[in-house]
């Protein structure tokens, strides 16, 4: 089920007893208890913490909840609040039997940082006459 080149990490909590809530949920459930769990971080001002989990995927395979993240700092905040997400999940499901998967794709990452030539290539697929200048003025944008 793992994308290739991508790590898969699997977290079971043993829960001893067997008297806890144990409903069934499905993705749309989970999305709407992570939802308010993010909307929580807002509400507290923990906006890099929003910002890096946001962007978070989510998928349900019978009793687990896969968590595939697509970069570092999205694991390293999860990591920071994972038994908060968990405890908060546990109440907004009514299911305490639940395990979470972690995926990570550096094959869906994204850079964010550009060159210099990169920018002025993203500028140029919107604006063409961006080149004529470069070449009419004799600029030299990638020094």
Same mark, same amino acid.
């Given at each position: 089920? !793992? %994308?290739?080149?991508? $790590?898969? #990490?699997?977290?079971?909590? +043993? /829960? ?35 910002? !890096? %989990?946001?962007?978070? $995927?989510? #998928?349900?395979?019978?009793? +687990? /909840? ?78």
């Amino acid at each position: 089920m !793992a %994308l290739p080149g991508a $790590k898969v #990490e699997e977290q079971a909590e +043993e /829960i001893l007893r067997d008297d806890l809530p144990r409903e069934k949920f499905n993705l749309d459930q989970v999305n709407e208890g992570w939802k308010r769990f993010l909307d929580r971080l807002k509400v507290e001002h923990n906006i890099p913490s929003y910002n !890096a %989990l946001m962007t978070t $995927k989510l #998928e349900v395979v019978e009793d +687990e /909840i896969i968590f595939e993240f697509s970069s570092h700092s999205s694991e390293q905040e999860f990591d920071e609040y994972r038994d908060r997400i968990r405890n908060s999940l546990r109440a907004h499901l009514k299911n305490h039997y639940f395990t979470i998967q972690i995926k990570f794709s550096e094959r869906e990452a994204e850079n964010h940082i550009l060159s210099k030539k990169e920018k002025f290539e993203k500028l140029l697929e919107k604006n063409s006459i961006l080149l004529k200048l470069k070449e009419d003025f004799g600029l030299d944008l990638f020094e």
